[in-house]
T-cell receptor
Framework: GDSVTQMEGPVTLSEEAFLTINCTYTATGYPSLFWYVQYPGEGLQLLLKATKADDKGSNKGFEATYRKETTSFHLEKGSVQVSDSAVYFCALIGMDSNYQLIWGAGTKLIIKP | SQTIHQWPATLVQPVGSPLSLECTVEGTSNPNLYWYRQAAGRGLQLLFYSVGIGQISSEVPQNLSASRPQDRQFILSSKKLLLSDSGFYLC?????????????FGPGTRLTVL
């Protein structure tokens, strides 16, 4: 079945550092891919998405490119801020997932000033 | 625009007591609705989803149940809470129309069972 694998956290960085959070997936065909963010004590917010190969989703300085050849959707940001501290979830919806979101385990990001 | 509400925001309940968490969606019709649980420091676990009034699919057998009495109302219940029911409960909705649609989440309910 479909699955999503994220790098384990926590990831700790200094402010203004470059961020990469790896996400790889297993799915039949061409799923849609998502990154969600959860700030402390809050619900999840959709951060960005990509619906076909080579699409780049972007929002709030974050980017992720749908790479079919490597089945990846890595999240990147050029210069992180303390306010980016949160848990980030990679997810997909595909044919075999019966249109339900398949979630990664989440990666906690800690940004130190 | 669409909004999703959950209440209460926090709840402390004794073991063995009943539970009712409510979720409502505004600004859309015929949404798919979802209940998730997130244990402390863990990922998301899908508990129930619904594609219409009275239609509930359970993903994990447990002492929780869900109901959808109205198109935009989704209720999570239990007759007797267990300690292991503690967690952060999230309601979400998505468009019913075909395609791979993202889900939109409510603010969550933090449940502590003592």
């Amino acid at each position: 079945g479909d699955s999503v694998t994220q790098m384990e956290g926590p990831v700790t960085l200094s402010e203004e550092a470059f961020l990469t959070i790896n996400c790889t997936y297993t799915a039949t065909g061409y799923p849609s891919l998502f990154w969600y963010v959860q700030y402390p004590g809050e619900g999840l917010q959709l951060l960005l998405k990509a619906t076909k190969a080579d699409d780049k989703g972007s929002n709030k300085g974050f980017e992720a490119t749908y790479r079919k050849e490597t089945t990846s959707f890595h999240l990147e940001k050029g210069s992180v801020q303390v306010s980016d501290s949160a848990v980030y979830f990679c997810a997909l919806i595909g044919m075999d997932s019966n249109y339900q979101l398949i979630w990664g385990a989440g990666t906690k990001l800690i940004i130190k000033p | 625009s669409q909004t999703i509400h959950q209440w209460p925001a926090t709840l402390v309940q004794p073991v063995g007591s009943p539970l009712s968490l409510e979720c409502t969606v505004e600004g859309t019709s015929n949404p798919n609705l979802y209940w998730y649980r997130q244990a402390a420091g863990r990922g998301l676990q899908l508990l129930f989803y619904s594609v219409g009034i009275g239609q509930i699919s359970s993903e994990v057998p447990q002492n929780l149940s869900a109901s959808r009495p109205q198109d935009r109302q989704f209720i999570l219940s239990s007759k007797k809470l267990l300690l292991s029911d503690s967690g952060f409960y999230l309601c979400a909705w998505s468009w019913r129309a075909g395609g791979y649609n993202e889900q939109f989440f409510g603010p969550g309910t933090r449940l502590t069972v003592l």
